[in-house]
């Protein structure tokens, strides 16, 4: 199965509203924390799913998937691999959409429990790098966005 399908990447990015982050880190300097304030200044609903933490960028914290009130679109995981298992399965149990795994998260059984209750799974693919991407704001940074366009600007 590909878990890395850039239509399915694109469409998620584009339908999704809500993001629970699991692992979110209240460090200013932790990945998982740049990357959820990132989707919430892009307008995701962020929601931290973190038992250490009580607030984080302003949300409330949960203790897991399962405390979450609202319908969770993507279940975001800044886990170790060994944890993607039961987080799939909590996933799957709340009726998320789908399982996003970041760089790293790769566990074969839990991307096989998402995909087999249909979630749509993508794996070791950074959600805030590949927004960037197809919302064409990479080149800001200077990294090439692999977009074809006509379109020049400040050329004339």
Not at 28 to 47: D, N, P, T
Not at 98 to 118: K, M, P, S
Request: aromatic share 8%; proline share 3%; glycine share 8%.
């Amino acid at each position: 199965m590909n878990y890395q399908d850039t239509a399915a990447i694109q469409r998620v990015l584009n339908t999704a509203k809500t993001v629970a982050v699991v692992g979110l880190s209240g460090n200013e300097l932790r990945a998982s924390y740049f990357v959820g304030y990132y989707l919430k200044r892009h307008g995701y609903q962020i929601i931290p799913v973190n038992p250490r933490e009580t607030e984080i960028l302003g949300e409330r914290s949960y203790a897991s998937l399962s405390e979450i009130p609202v319908h969770v679109d993507v279940v975001n995981v800044f886990r170790a691999p060994a944890a993607l298992p039961d987080i799939a399965r909590e996933a799957v149990s709340i009726g998320a959409d789908t399982l996003w795994c970041q760089f790293g998260v790769i566990n074969e059984e839990g991307n096989r429990i998402a995909a087999d209750a249909g979630l749509t799974v993508i794996v070791d693919r950074c959600l805030k790098i590949e927004h960037a991407r197809y919302a064409g704001r990479m080149h800001w940074l200077g990294f090439n966005t692999h977009r074809i366009t006509s379109l020049r600007t400040g050329l004339q």
